[in-house]
Structure formats: structure tokens, C-alpha cells
């Protein structure tokens, strides 16, 4: 008899009786996942106009980092101390600038974010070189020779401005098409499954017949 314990929840999807953990828990549950996942439109779509500008002034026209950042900046304090100046001279306000700081929670997440994937990458890493996770060492082997061959038929600013892109779609697309997506991927993974299993079986059958025709022809020749 089935208890209620052992009960699928009303109303649950499969998606939750699969995976706890949401798309939003995956990527820390603090500003960043809010940023990628579009929770604070804002931010989003400033980096992706900020990433698009900065791709068309390094790329497209073809300016240097430091002669762009240094411009930018000497015409920005000018106007602001020509301001400054004039307000004190006619009696008018200064610039409104806020106060600017980098706030200890900000600070404190972002100092997580950075530890928990850093520790992923060095236990990977640890996991590689002493030979205890082969399947690992194939996908990132894999993943740096995808790496190698995409960055030499391209440049940085190009590559990391698809980077930045596909890290501002491809989770927010995915968090919005999840069950849609999941029922994809495990109707994908269950024909794979089912043609590696008959290639498997075709393949034992061939080989059990080479063996016997082989312990035949030894017979033979005997």
C-alpha cells in the first residue's frame, strides 16, 4: 500500500519531482543570477548595450582601450569641475552626483560567487590530474579542443561579446522553456540510449559470428 509520504504532490510538475534545485539556485540566488536570469531588466540590458558598443568601438572603428578610457574620462572630469566651478561662481548647485561605493553585501556575494566556482574549477582540476574522474577529463578536453579551434577563427572582443550575449539568453530562454526543454532532452536521451543498445547488440551479434567463423576455419585447417 502506498503511503502519503510516497505520494506524488498535486499539482507538481516534473520538472520539480526531478530537480530541486531551480535555474535561479544554480547560478547563486543573489544579483548575478537576478542580472542573467533578467529579474532586474536594468542591468541586463546595459551590459548587453554596453557589451554591443563596446564591440563596435574596439572592433568596428577600431579605438584602443586605454586611448578610449583615458578620452572618456579627462572629458568627463572637465565638464564636471567646469560645472563645479560655475555653480560656486553664479550661485547655482553642483553636479548631482551621487555618492559612490561598493556596498558590503555586493561585495560579500560577489566574493562567494567567485570562491564557490573557483573551488569547482580546482577540484575539477585536482580530480584530472591524479586520474580519478576520466569521463571529466574527456569533456574538458573536449570543451578546451571546441575552444581552441572557435578562437582561432575568430578574435577576443568578437568571441567575448557572444559570451556575454549567449550568457544573458541562453539561461533566461531555458528558465522560461524549462519543462518543454527538460521533455526534450530526455526524449532525445532515451532514443540514444535506444540506438547505442542496438548498435550494441548488432555489433555482439557480428562479433560472435567472426568468432565462430573463426574457430570454424581453424577446424578446418587442422
Known amino acids: 500500500m502506498i503511503s502519503d509520504a510516497d505520494r506524488p504532490v498535486v499539482g507538481s510538475s516534473p520538472r520539480s519531482l ?26 541586463t540590458i546595459g551590459m548587453l548595450v554596453g557589451a554591443l558598443a563596446s564591440w563596435v ?7 584602443t582601450l586605454l586611448s578610449l578610457v583615458s578620452n572618456v574620462l579627462l572629458l ?37 560567487f567567485v570562491r564557490f566556482h573557483a573551488n569547482m574549477v580546482l577540484s575539477a582540476f585536482n580530480d584530472i590530474v591524479q586520474g580519478k574522474d576520466s569521463k571529466l577529463f574527456y ?10 579551434v572557435v578562437g582561432g ?3 577576443i572582443l568578437t568571441l567575448g561579446y557572444t559570451s556575454i550575449v549567449a550568457v544573458l539568453t541562453v539561461p533566461a530562454l531555458y528558465e522560461k522553456y524549462e519543462d518543454g526543454l527538460d521533455r526534450v532532452a530526455k526524449s532525445a536521451c ?16 557480428y562479433l560472435t559470428k567472426a568468432k565462430k567463423w573463426a574457430l570454424e576455419k581453424k577446424k578446418t585447417t587442422r
Open 190 to 205: 532515451m532514443e540514444v540510449q535506444m540506438y547505442e543498445r542496438i548498435c550494441s547488440e548488432c555489433l555482439g551479434k
Open 139 to 148: 569533456t574538458i578536453a573536449l570543451w578546451l579542443w571546441l575552444i581552441s
Open 18 to 43: 526531478a530537480r530541486q534545485r531551480s535555474v535561479h539556485d544554480v547560478f547563486g540566488s543573489g544579483i548575478v543570477a537576478d542580472v542573467i536570469l533578467w529579474r532586474r531588466k536594468d542591468a
Open 153 to 155: 577563427s575568430t578574435d
Open 76 to 112: 568627463l572630469i572637465c565638464v564636471l569641475f567646469a560645472w563645479a566651478k560655475a555653480a560656486g561662481i553664479l550661485n547655482r548647485p553642483p553636479p548631482p552626483i551621487p555618492e559612490m561605493h561598493l556596498s558590503e553585501e555586493m561585495a560579500q556575494e560577489a566574493a562567494v
Open 57 to 63: 568601438v574596439f572592433e568596428v572603428a577600431g579605438c
